[in-house]
């Protein structure tokens, strides 16, 4: 990543298909949640490997594998 991060967006919106968790049944439980507090945090996270919890306006949240996301510096 060269820059601060500015946004990290999905590559592929969703359109009705059913998304699931890439690792496993539990990944998506609260207790294996990491929480951070900048957007540069969340891209290292994403860079090694952790999926995102996304969310948008009238859409439920789901889990994000890093490949299904884009990162965004400026």
Not at 18 to 27: A, S
Not at 37 to 47: G, K, M, N, P
Not at 63 to 72: H, N, T
């Amino acid at each position: 990543m060269t820059g601060k991060v500015i946004r990290i967006e999905r590559i592929a919106p969703r359109g009705g298909i059913v998304e699931e968790p890439e690792f496993g049944t539990t990944k998506h439980h609260a207790e294996n949640a990491v929480y951070v507090r900048t957007l540069d945090e969340v891209a290292e996270l994403v860079s090694d490997g952790f999926s995102l919890r996304m969310t948008g306006k009238g859409k439920r949240a789901s889990l994000v594998s890093p490949k299904g996301l884009r990162i965004i510096c400026g």
